[in-house]
């Protein structure tokens, strides 16, 4: 038996002197192994060489790459490389955005499996809550668990479900769920899925107003029907256009994502356009090598029809941007560029365009910055109005102010170079509403209102 404050595994010499997993059984294929060191660090450390048995008590760390189990007491053994700890620890992943603290917790670090009872923390954006949390090398499973993005005692919002698996920064599904508002169930599913992507759609309805549409309601939802494919729905009713669903299949690979849908859709002008169906393929942003650049490609093609015509519509673009440049501690600027192509079936149309945009960002003080963007598009020539890039040569200008920690305001204003005259001026009002993000803007230009309610992305 030996004593000390610090005891290090890891390496060949853990292979050689511990032997496998689980006291020498074959871990199961699905986990992974990892072989870097691990180190643990008390006030009090005890453990033998001939059992492996291992006990730590007071201002207990487990450290191994990123990951980190902290503790006041817990119970091991070096051979079968797992430690238990029967009162409060806390698991932390970085890398995963996570940090869970739970009570009867076990942990495999041979294989990097566990469980933690009575389990609460957060899981990238989402905070989460359960009976017990199962820990895996790239997932979290949650058994009869709540989550939400709402950080009060009491929620505005939340899902709970008999079971949740989470992919950090990938997706969720959730089974046998439930969507609340406070103390009222909104929506049930049997079965629920999640991106959990920069650009995922909310789970909860978003309210709002505008000029061109109306009052509106809109839902996103997902139903996995394997691993990485999913059938969608997106119900939105306009008071001034009615029920306007959209609805598809999502096919999310590792590079890529693929969407086959149809439905009628609205840019964010107020522009329709109806697809039946269309079918897009998003490759996802990739280094240029070893260059301080990325680069996406998108391709579209499907049928598209509006008030006066339909066509065969497609749409290819290739973008490259530059990783920001700190000019200075409150200055950045941004670059970026590509090339984009349509076709039309309806008039036999070719349209190929250069694309430019810079940026400058300056922050003055905390609460107040300033922007300005140069936009150039060589052709903005187009038969469909949707989605349309409405100034060939734009410079874009304004400022935001943070007025309070509820309130923030600013202007936008886009100047059209090429006829010499204001093109918009937007004046938007932003409020913290607890959970809730609510946006007030009027565009000066088309004297129009829009109002928008949705729950905020912490």
């Known amino acids: 038996m030996h004593s000390g404050k610090q005891l290090i595994i890891g390496g060949v010499a853990f292979l050689l002197i511990f032997g496998a997993p689980f006291g020498g059984e074959t871990a199961p294929s699905s986990a992974k192994q990892s072989s870097a060191p691990i180190v643990i660090e008390a006030d009090q450390l005890y453990f033998s060489d001939s059992t492996g048995n291992l006990t730590a008590k007071g201002n207990v760390q487990v450290v191994q790459n990123n990951q980190r189990m902290v503790a006041q007491e817990l119970q091991g053994n070096t051979k079968r490389t797992e430690v238990w700890i029967d009162d409060k620890a806390t698991f932390s992943d970085?890398?995963?955005?996570?940090?869970?603290?739970?009570?009867?917790?076990?942990?495999?670090?041979?294989?990097?499996?566990?469980?933690?009872?009575?389990?609460?923390?957060?899981?990238?954006?989402?905070?989460?809550?359960?009976?017990?949390?199962?820990?895996?090398?790239?997932?979290?499973?949650?058994?009869?668990?709540?989550?939400?993005?709402?950080?009060?005692q009491v929620p505005d919002y939340h899902v709970s479900a008999d079971k949740v698996e989470i992919w950090p920064g990938n997706k969720m599904i959730a089974y046998n769920a439930k969507l609340w508002i406070k103390d009222k169930v909104i929506l049930s599913l049997n079965k629920y899925q999640k991106s959990l992507g920069k650009d995922s759609e909310s789970d909860f309805p978003q309210v709002g107003y505008t000029g061109s549409d109306g009052f509106y309601i809109k839902q996103y939802l997902e139903y996995p029907l394997s691993d990485k494919v999913a059938v969608f729905g997106h119900p939105a009713y306009f008071s001034k256009h009615g029920f306007k669903p959209t609805y598809g299949f999502i096919n999310r690979e590792n590079q890529y994502t693929v969407t086959l849908m149809q439905g009628e859709t609205n840019d964010t002008d107020g522009r329709w356009i109806k697809k039946e169906p269309e079918l897009r393929l998003d490759y996802r942003s990739r280094k240029l090598g070893n260059l301080p650049v990325s680069y996406t490609f998108t391709g579209i093609y499907g049928k598209w029809t509006d008030q006066d015509k339909t066509s065969w519509h497609q749409n290819y673009i290739l973008y490259f941007t530059r990783e920001p440049i700190k000019l200075s501690k409150?200055?950045?600027?941004?670059?970026?560029?590509?090339?984009?192509?349509?076709?039309?079936?309806?008039?036999?149309?070719?349209?190929?365009?250069?694309?430019?945009?810079?940026?400058?960002?300056?922050?003055?003080?905390?609460?107040?910055?300033?922007?300005?963007?140069?936009?150039?598009?060589?052709?903005?020539?187009?038969?469909?109005?949707?989605?349309?890039?409405?100034?060939?040569?734009?410079l874009v200008y304004g400022f935001s102010y943070t007025i309070d920690r509820l309130n923030a305001f600013s202007f936008h204003q886009s100047y059209d170079l090429e006829n010499k005259k204001v093109y918009e001026n937007y004046y938007t009002w932003n409020r913290n509403l607890h959970c809730w993000q609510m946006s007030l803007q009027y565009k000066a230009i088309e004297k129009k209102w829009e109002w928008n309610l949705s729950v905020i992305r912490w």
């Open 94 to 152: 970085p890398t995963a955005r996570a940090q869970i603290t739970g009570l009867q917790t076990k942990y495999n670090y041979g294989n990097q499996t566990g469980v933690m009872g009575k389990a609460s923390g957060k899981v990238g954006r989402q905070l989460v809550e359960a009976n017990n949390i199962e820990i895996l090398p790239q997932e979290f499973i949650l058994h009869n668990g709540t989550m939400t993005s709402c950080p009060a």
């Open 330 to 394: 409150t200055l950045t600027l941004t670059m970026g560029t590509g090339y984009e192509i349509r076709k039309e079936s309806y008039d036999r149309s070719t349209v190929g365009t250069w694309r430019f945009n810079t940026g400058l960002h300056k922050v003055w003080s905390p609460p107040f910055s300033t922007f300005v963007n140069y936009n150039y598009t060589q052709d903005n020539t187009t038969l469909f109005n949707y989605d349309h890039t409405n100034v060939g040569k734009e």
